[in-house]
């Protein structure tokens, strides 16, 4: 009997400990587990990248740049081949890439007869010759390309309509450029309202 008594009392001493263990006692650490979030997958980050740029997409298909316009200071001019016509003259306007580097011209030069010093416009510019079309000319370094100039002869009109003076240069602003090139040419000039002067659109090579 006294065992059995004995073996109540030490369970029920058991869970009075138990009890007053949770309500009262000093509480257990608690373990913090810690969780890393994954990594940005590579498909992800790939959409960050910056688009391969126009002209590197140009370069990679194959594409060429096309060279700049000819500027006046890299353009000697200078008269070519010339012939008479009846009651004119045509000559051959040469521009000459001095640059190192290809460059173009588009289109119609424009052209005065002028005199003095500085060297100064007489009578009316040129007209375009639209008998020639535009074409796109690349002048390689030291490459050429040139404009046929019709003059008309003076003697053609009255004095008193011409007005005539004698020109020792042409003042030729080669095509969408504002500067002149003076090219030396004698001729006789037209002060009055009488336009002597016509030209084409640039052609590849020095027109000989």
Excluded: H
């Excluded at 587990?33 to 994954?38: D, L, M």
């Excluded at 190192?100 to 289109?107: A, D, K, Q, R, S």
Aim: glycine residues 10%; contains cysteine.
């Amino acid at each position: 009997m006294k065992p059995f008594v004995i073996a109540i009392l030490a369970a029920a001493g058991l869970t009075t400990c138990a009890c007053s263990g949770a309500s009262g006692g000093t509480s257990q650490p608690t373990n913090t587990i810690t969780v890393t979030a994954p990594a940005t997958s590579p498909a992800t980050s790939a959409t960050t990248q910056p688009a391969a740029s126009a002209s590197s997409a140009s370069t990679s298909s194959g594409g060429s740049a096309v060279a700049a316009g000819c500027l006046t200071r890299y353009l000697n001019g200078t008269v070519g081949l010339s012939q008479g016509t009846a009651g004119a003259v045509e000559i051959a306007i040469v521009f000459k890439n001095l640059n190192n580097v290809p460059c173009t011209l588009y289109g119609f030069p424009g052209v005065a007869q002028a005199a003095g010093t500085p060297v100064t416009d007489i009578g009316q510019p040129s007209t375009e010759n639209i008998s020639t079309a535009r074409e796109l000319v690349t002048l390689k370094p030291g490459g050429y390309a040139n404009a046929t100039l019709q003059i008309t002869d003076a003697a053609n009109y009255s004095s008193s309509t011409c007005k005539p003076v004698k020109a020792q240069w042409l003042e030729v602003i080669p095509p969408n450029q504002t500067i002149p090139l003076n090219v030396f040419y004698s001729s006789t000039a037209c002060k009055g309202s009488v336009k002597l002067l016509s030209v084409t659109a640039v052609r590849p090579g020095n027109g000989g």
